[in-house]
């Protein structure tokens, strides 16, 4: 066997190890993907009212609840985290969430919404920030490790949005970003691949820095909770315009 074949069959068999099927759900107000991997990964979980759209929409892709193993939250916004605890008592599911968020998750409510866009003015007022209340099964601080869940990536946390905001990192290219920007009008129902200032935010300027940091990284594309996805060019000239 040459040794040009055994390098092909080498970085086959690495690339299978981590191989992975991404799957967006959109379901009406946030975005929900699947990791589909060795084992299946939920990146968020919806609003509340939806826990029966997100089942159904797992089982188009014949995927159970108790399939899934793992649920990542970017944040603990109840259009993101409303779910969870339903999740928890319909499955043997484990949660990782940044310990920034941990009050918000305990508490079941993310209290008040700072605004970041003057649409988040108007909006305010329609969302409702409590939600059935849960403990994650692994809180960290700055860091989590997916490889141990099948999938070559990790979780890193990006304070801005909220104080416990995560993005969870796939391939070294693949970036979910939850609200750290958004794609599109409407909630990403016009043009969903422009990026754009999400509505609300704690810190704007600390955002934009790790906006900043995702584009050294040298991330291709951004996966986001409403709209999107968005490419690593729309991004560039976003940010810096
Ligand atoms: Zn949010």
């Not at 605004?115 to 920030?129: A, E, N, R, T």
């Not at 994650?136 to 490790?145: H, L, N, T």
């Not at 995560?166 to 043009?191: H, L």
């Amino acid at each position: 066997m040459s040794i040009m074949r055994s390098i092909v069959i080498l970085v086959g068999l690495c690339a299978n190890a981590h191989g992975y099927e991404l799957r967006p759900i959109k379901l009406k107000y946030s975005n929900v993907f699947l990791i589909k991997a060795q084992k299946n990964i939920l990146v968020d979980t919806g609003s509340k009212g939806e826990i029966e759209d997100l089942i159904k929409r797992l089982s188009d892709m014949k995927v159970k609840l108790d399939d899934v193993s793992l649920v990542v939250l970017t944040h603990a916004h109840s259009d993101h985290a409303a779910n969870v605890a339903e999740i928890k008592h319909r499955s043997k599911a484990k949660v990782v969430l940044q310990r920034g968020d941990l009050g918000f998750a305990t508490a079941g409510d993310h209290g008040k919404l700072r605004v970041s866009s003057f649409l988040g003015y108007f909006l305010k007022w329609f969302i409702d920030p409590k939600y059935e209340a849960f403990t994650p099964d692994f809180i960290y601080d700055s860091m989590y490790d997916l490889i141990p869940w099948g999938i070559g990536g990790y979780i890193m946390a990006m304070p801005g949005h909220t104080k416990g905001s995560s993005v969870i990192i796939v391939d070294q290219t693949k970036a979910f970003v939850g609200d750290m920007f958004m794609g599109g009008y409407f909630g990403g129902a016009y043009r969903p691949e422009k990026p754009g200032e999400y509505y609300f935010s704690d810190d704007i300027e600390r955002n934009k820095s790790n906006i900043k940091v995702l584009i050294d990284m040298g991330i291709e594309t951004f996966y986001v909770g409403h709209g999107g996805p968005v490419s690593r060019s729309d991004l560039v000239k976003w940010i810096t315009d």
